[in-house]
Nanobody, 121 residues
């Protein structure tokens, strides 16, 4: 089985910073893309940022220049450094990994349980 465990959420004032971490563990053959999504109350889940196994990244326009994603392939871990946080960044943040559990199997998406980020004005 595969588990994604997130940490690092919390409460911060506007303009502050937080760092999220997500470690994937279990039966993993390879990880392609790792990323972060978020879901605010009453809104759909949206992609925040993602990084490929080759370290190509993409960001939602709303977080460009403020958030930075990175990954440690040796640890199967992805990080999200969030700076200059705004109240509209308040949401539950979910880690996602697209991976194979065996070489011959197709990739599947796995999700963390989510971590709350609250930014007060």
């Amino acid at each position: 089985q595969v588990q994604l465990v997130e940490s690092g959420g919390g409460w911060v004032q506007a303009g502050g910073s937080l760092t999220l971490s997500c470690a994937a563990s279990g039966r993993i053959f390879s990880i392609d893309v790792m990323g972060w999504y978020r879901q605010a109350p009453g809104k759909q889940r949206e992609l925040v940022t993602a990084v490929s196994s080759g370290n190509s990244t993409n960001y939602a326009d709303s977080v460009k220049g403020r958030f930075t994603i990175s990954r440690d392939n040796a640890k199967n871990t992805v990080y999200l450094q969030m700076n200059s946080l705004k109240p509209e960044d308040t949401a539950v943040y979910f880690c996602n990994a697209r991976l194979k559990t065996q070489r011959w199997l197709l990739e599947k998406d796995y999700w963390g349980q989510g971590t709350q980020v609250t930014v007060s004005s």
